[in-house]
């Protein structure tokens, strides 16, 4: 991982105490599976497999301990609103990743951006957005279909995840984020 070492049964051990039981099994999953993508694109296994690992390291923070988190790092106020609940893990997650392990930027981005990504993802960044779907048991068919697709084309897995979580937003009146929605236009135009 370049200079970037970590003990990896340490950070485990970090996150048994901070996730709860079925979080923590997710995001050992999500590493394994992050691990076997960048395998098939060539990129640093170790990296992909620790943003995996620890990717949802602010998932199960309490409501406090947000609003703690979003002062110290100064964050605009707009990410205790509600539409910005489901997010919200992924920016912290961004700057505890920093603070506690002081990981290099790729590493943290991956994990800023596993939930609605950005217009010009990184490798390793659709890696981790498309483990953390695609990483658990019992997938139904549209995800399956996912996951097989990722291990041929990393963009066209992204485009039908995309594609399929825009429609399942759709239904419930609501829309994909921006950044998300060029994003998947970017996909569609290459």
Not at 176 to 183: D, E, F, Q, R, S
Request: charged share 35%; glycine share 2%; aromatic share 8%.
């Amino acid at each position: 991982m370049d200079n970037f070492t970590i003990n990896i049964e340490d950070v485990k051990n970090d996150l048994k105490k901070m996730l709860k039981d079925t979080r923590y099994k997710h995001s050992l999953l999500v590493a394994d599976e992050a691990k076997k993508l960048a395998e098939i694109y060539h990129i640093d296994e170790d990296k992909c497999y620790f943003a995996g690992l620890i990717h949802d390291i602010a998932k199960n923070l309490s409501e406090e301990e947000n609003n703690k988190l979003i002062k110290e790092y100064n964050l605009s106020e707009e990410w205790n609103s509600e539409k910005n609940k489901p997010i919200l893990h992924a920016e912290l997650g961004y700057y505890l990743a920093k603070e506690m392990y002081n990981c290099p930027e790729d590493i943290c981005k991956a994990i800023k951006y596993h939930t609605i990504g950005n217009d010009e993802m990184t490798t390793m960044e659709k890696i981790i957005f498309i483990a953390d779907k695609t990483a658990r048991e019992n997938l139904n068919d549209q995800l399956l279909y996912i996951k097989k697709l990722s291990y041929k084309d990393l963009d066209l897995a992204l485009l039908n995840l995309l594609e399929g979580l825009e429609k399942k937003l759709k239904q419930g009146n609501t829309q994909l984020a921006p950044i998300t929605k060029k994003l998947m236009l970017n996909l569609q135009n290459k």
